[in-house]
């Protein structure tokens, strides 16, 4: 795909979508080739396979340590939010 065609998939603008490539291109996840004057890019398989694999490592810690409740902060605020609005209502 080309930076334009990646830029189109997101609401911001063309050059954020170009630093958030020419970063993950540095980090070698991405590889690009040049066809004229424009860069078709393409994903590097591995070693996102090699990121996929470190995150659910920590996504399996964030399991154990809360017991399988990924979003215990959310659960709180909701709670919160939930016992506010009770408090007006009476």
Not at 2 to 17: C, L, P, R, S, Y
Not at 24 to 42: C, F, S
Not at 43 to 65: P, T
């Amino acid at each position: 795909m080309t930076a334009g065609e990646i830029a189109a998939m997101f609401a911001h603008a063309w050059q954020t979508t170009t630093r958030h490539l020419q970063v993950l291109e540095a980090a070698g996840l991405l590889t690009h080739e040049r066809q004229g004057r424009m860069r078709i890019y393409r994903i590097e398989r591995k070693r996102l396979a090699l990121v996929s694999d470190w995150l659910a490592h920590f996504q399996g810690s964030v399991r154990h340590r809360t017991g399988g409740k990924q979003d215990v902060r959310n659960k709180k605020t909701n709670s919160r939010q939930g016992e506010a609005a009770k408090a007006r209502s009476a």
